[in-house]
């Protein structure tokens, strides 16, 4: 499975970015668990906005609450991060991934559920 994560680069405090996650034809996302997740410099990753396969569970980390949100668009076979109101602490690398093994909520949103991931994407918040 192929994903690609695209739409990082510098933006000034307070400012927005949207982030892609498109995976290659014949697979499917919205049958799966989705999330993402980013890792600062000298910082472990950590889990940003999941999505359940049914839309229903949704995981927001208490940092992006307000600012952030994750939508999917099924006929595009992509995956969005809406990303407002940015701070320089939100640097870092993005990674989206997918979890096709319905893994329990809890790894999905530590990432340890995850089977695929996509290449970063770097989003820097600087003036």
């Known amino acids: 499975v192929q994903l690609q994560a695209s739409g990082g680069g510098l933006v000034q405090p307070g400012g927005s970015l949207r982030l892609s996650c498109a995976a290659a034809?014949?697979?499917?996302?919205?049958?799966?668990?989705i999330g993402w997740f980013r890792q600062a410099p000298g910082k472990e990753r950590e889990g940003v906005l999941c999505?359940?396969?049914?839309?229903?569970?949704?995981y927001y980390a208490d940092s992006v609450k307000g600012r952030f949100t994750i939508s999917r668009d099924n006929a595009k076979n992509t995956v969005y991060l809406q990303m407002n109101s940015l701070k320089p602490e939100d640097t870092a690398v993005y990674y989206c991934?997918?979890?096709?093994?319905?893994?329990?909520?809890?790894?999905?949103?530590?990432?340890?559920?995850?089977?695929?991931w996509g290449k970063g994407t770097l989003v820097t918040v600087s003036s």
């Open positions: 991934a997918v979890d096709t093994r319905r893994s329990a909520w809890s790894t999905v949103v530590s990432g340890v559920g995850m089977d695929y």
């Open positions: 034809s014949g697979f499917t996302l919205d049958y799966y668990a």
């Open positions: 999505i359940s396969k049914s839309g229903g569970s949704r």
